[in-house]
């Protein structure tokens, strides 16, 4: 089952922050983030494991709510480099399948 | 040096057609995937192998068959192109199951066009 992602699209200015989020219909066993810029390939940026597990990179920092089977991505002070494509991938309990979710496209304006 | 790499990057070509993608990866790792991205995004993973056994096999058509040598390669090939088939396909290495704790390694895609 694929994962649905909100917003699928966001603008900002630059220096705004922005909320990422990934639902899944199923119970998570991990949560991973990945962004891809056009016309290149997705990049790592982190993985939740636990429920209630909170993760940092730079300005941009994930949340992963077992119950609520979410997580939801955070970035801070955007910077004109954010912007590109975000992915959650999401894992079930017993399933060790990596399942991406719809996408969120970023843009960061000057 | 470039950990994940696919050739060719760019296909165009007929359908009904044969083509094959290439993809190695030099970091050691022992799962390797497929994953083909369509034209609105959509990343779904199409097969994975586990030291060159087969252990994803999605819902693909049969005329796309995955072959693995070795644990460092991870080839794809498709026979009797169609329409559909036009994505970016990319290849991509795990040292451990990406649902688990698995990081990805992508390659820089195959853009495949069927005319």
């Known amino acids: 089952q694929q994962p649905v992602q909100s917003p699928q699209a966001v603008i900002l200015r630059e220096g705004e922050d922005a909320v990422i989020n990934c639902s899944s219909s199923?119970?998570?066993?991990?949560v991973h983030w990945y962004r891809q810029k056009h016309g290149e390939a997705p990049v790592f940026l982190m993985i939740?494991?636990?429920?209630?597990e909170q993760k940092g990179h730079d300005k941009i920092s994930a949340s992963f709510n077992e119950k609520k089977q979410q997580s939801s991505l955070y970035l801070t002070a955007s910077q004109l480099s954010y912007s590109g494509t975000y992915f959650c991938?999401?894992?079930?309990?017993?399933?060790?399948?990596?399942?991406f979710g719809t996408g969120t496209r970023l843009t960061i304006i000057p | 040096d470039t950990a994940v790499s696919q050739t060719p990057k760019y296909l165009v070509t007929q359908m009904g057609n044969d083509k094959s993608i290439k993809c190695e990866q030099n970091?050691?790792?022992?799962?390797m995937y497929w994953y083909k991205q369509d034209s609105k995004k959509f990343l779904k993973i199409m097969f994975s192998?586990?030291?060159?056994?087969?252990?994803i096999n999605e819902t693909v058509p049969n005329r796309f068959s995955p072959k693995s040598p070795d644990k460092a390669h991870l080839n794809l090939h498709i026979n009797s192109l169609e329409l559909g088939d036009s994505a970016v396909y990319f290849c991509?290495?795990?040292?451990?199951?990406?649902?688990?704790?698995?990081?990805?390694?992508f390659g820089e895609g195959s853009r495949l066009t069927v005319l």
């Open positions: 991938g999401t894992a079930n309990f017993g399933n060790e399948k990596l399942t």
């Open positions: 192998y586990n030291n060159k056994e087969l252990i």
């Open positions: 970091l050691g790792h022992d799962t």
């Open positions: 199923k119970a998570l066993y991990s």
């Open positions: 991509a290495s795990s040292q451990r199951l990406a649902g688990g704790t698995g990081e990805l390694f």
């Open positions: 939740l494991l636990k429920g209630g």
